[in-house]
């Protein structure tokens, strides 16, 4: 794998963390403000909030997929399929920093899940 570009992608992704964690801390912050007391604007202020919420939630789940990847990079593993131990694929991993898996593990897995619904 490139190690410029896996360089350049562990930059990339300490950015996006540091911007992730500060949306989170200003989400937190919204969330904390109270309420209005007109009735109107409080109902405006909850559906706000639930908005706010689920770009909390989006923010949180991103920042997870980055520290499992930086973690991988770490630990020197970043690049190897979790469930085969082969090459993820350098195409891959540059279309989707997050894959964990193979293209071939990802599609098996794809297959389980639709099956089992």
Request: with cysteine; hydrophobic share 35%; aromatic share 4%.
């Amino acid at each position: 794998m490139d190690k410029e570009w896996q360089t350049d992608l562990r930059q990339h992704l300490q950015l996006r963390k540091a911007e992730l964690t500060a949306r989170l801390e200003r989400i937190t912050n919204n969330l904390r403000r109270g309420l209005v007391s007109d009735s109107e604007e409080q109902a405006k202020q909850l559906e706000d909030s639930e908005v706010i919420d689920a770009l909390g939630n989006e923010a949180r789940e991103e920042l997870g997929k980055i520290t499992a990847v930086l973690e991988r990079m770490n630990a020197g593993i970043y690049g190897i399929c979790t469930a085969c131990d082969t090459p993820v694929g350098e195409g891959r991993l540059r279309v989707y920093p997050y894959a964990l898996e193979c293209i071939d593990c990802a599609e098996l897995d794809e297959d389980i899940r639709a099956h089992a619904r």
